[in-house]
């Protein structure tokens, strides 16, 4: 497994996170269970990240990636991140609202979509 390189998720409710407890319904999600191998893992996520518009890659290794989404109105920006766990068949995500409190769903509806096509990439 690639070393620790998300941040930890934010006190603000405008994020959401694989690593936040499960008692903080608040920010915690679940991470994707995969069964290929890690480099397919990889793969079902940059499909889904090359998808978002508004997003643009800014650090990407073997078992990580980090971007930007700027949103359409207000150019707000939104960092994004998955980790590959090879070694515990997970892909782990975090998505935050770099400013304000309440970003009304969006991190956690834009996770849901991309997690639901890496799940379809994995499936095949």
Same mark, same amino acid.
């Given at each position: 497994? !690639?070393? #620790?390189?998300?941040?930890?998720?934010?006190k603000t409710?405008?994020?959401?996170?694989t @690593?936040?407890?499960?008692?903080?319904? @608040?920010?915690?999600?679940?991470? $994707?269970? %995969?069964?290929?191998?890690?480099?397919?893992?990889?793969?079902?996520?940059?499909?889904?990240? #090359?998808?978002?518009?508004?997003?643009?890659?800014?650090? #990407?290794?073997?078992?990580? $990636?980090? *971007?930007?989404?700027? !949103?359409?109105l207000?150019? %707000?920006?939104?960092?994004? @991140? %998955?980790?590959?766990?090879?070694?515990?068949g997970?892909?782990?995500?975090?998505?935050?609202?770099?400013?304000?409190? !309440?970003?009304?769903? $969006?991190?956690?509806?834009?996770?849901?979509?991309?997690?639901?096509?890496?799940?379809?990439? *994995?499936?095949?």
């Open positions: 497994m !690639s070393k #620790q390189r998300m941040a930890p998720p934010p409710p405008n994020a959401v996170s @690593e936040a407890p499960p008692d903080d319904a @608040e920010h915690h999600a679940e991470p $994707v269970a %995969f069964t290929t191998d890690a480099d397919e893992a990889m793969a079902a996520v940059l499909v889904a990240v #090359q998808g978002l518009e508004r997003a643009e890659i800014r650090e #990407q290794d073997a078992r990580y $990636v980090r *971007l930007v989404v700027t !949103s359409r207000l150019r %707000f920006k939104d960092d994004v @991140e %998955f980790q590959v766990d090879e070694d515990a997970l892909i782990h995500y975090r998505s935050a609202s770099r400013v304000g409190s !309440s970003d009304l769903g $969006v991190n956690r509806k834009r996770m849901d979509g991309l997690t639901e096509v890496i799940r379809s990439q *994995l499936r095949g």
